[in-house]
């Protein structure tokens, strides 16, 4: 009797170490799931994070990209009304000299107009 009261009390302290053990093995799951699920909600939001501000930075250039152009065809414009005004005054027989002051105009692009 005393040797099969020692086996169940064996068996007792068995189950109780198994059964720490799985509990153990549980709340190391539950560790592992919670970081699991924090590392995701991090990933996501570090992406959504990113995706806007590569959307606004793409709204941001489109801008600055408009504003470039209105410049550059201002520059353009300005460009070519100066051409105009040197042709008109080339056909007039203004002085070169006098065209390259008030224009601006190279004198090598003087000449390609006369030429042209």
Do not use: F, H, P
Not at 39 to 64: F, V
């Amino acid at each position: 009797m005393m040797e099969r009261c020692r086996k169940e009390e064996g068996e007792i302290k068995e189950a109780i170490e198994q059964l720490e053990e799985m509990s153990a093995d549980e709340k190391e799951r539950e560790i592992y799931e919670q970081r699991e699920k924090g590392r995701l909600i991090y990933n996501t939001e570090m992406n959504e994070a990113r995706r806007k501000g590569l959307e606004e930075g793409k709204k941001l250039g489109e801008k600055i990209g408009e504003k470039r152009g209105e410049k550059i065809g201002e520059k353009n414009g300005k460009k070519e009304k100066t051409v105009e005004i040197a042709k008109k005054l080339l056909e007039k027989n203004i002085d070169i000299e006098i065209i390259i002051e008030t224009t601006g105009i190279t004198k090598e692009e003087l000449e390609t107009l006369k030429n042209g």
